[in-house]
């Protein structure tokens, strides 16, 4: 059992591009799902497709990408945690690598990167920050 299912999804990815694989499957959550459409949106990865096993067990297929033969997603920090929750204020969200990077809020409505939570004016949990 995995206690921390956001940052198992984030390292599978890393690691995926760290031994230069194509694809990597998750195991599916909502959240996970839709992490994986903004990882897809800002670029980090190629696609990400929900897979069904059978009845019972949905799959997250990540499709990953390369730029000059060099991965694109290099690393996360997972900020909120399972034993300490992080939030904060719209205006107090942290910028990752001043600007370069993203990180990824849980607002009341829904999660979205740190730039859509500051223009809506919206706070939460800092999930993660990826660059």
Known sequence: MVTDPIAD???????????????????????????GKILVKEGYIKNAKLKMQNAKFKKIVCELGYKDEKPVF?????????????????????????GYGITIVSTPKGIMTDKEA??????GELICKVW
Do not use: C, D, Q
């Open 74 to 98: 290099e690393n996360f920090e997972r900020v909120s945690k399972p034993g300490r929750r992080i939030y904060a204020r719209w205006n107090r969200i942290p910028r990752t690598l001043s």
């Open 118 to 123: 500051r223009k809506k004016k919206l706070g």
């Open 9 to 35: 999804m984030l390292t599978r990815i890393k690691n995926a591009y760290l031994a230069y694989h194509r694809t990597v499957e998750i195991p599916y959550s909502k959240m996970k799902e839709e992490m």
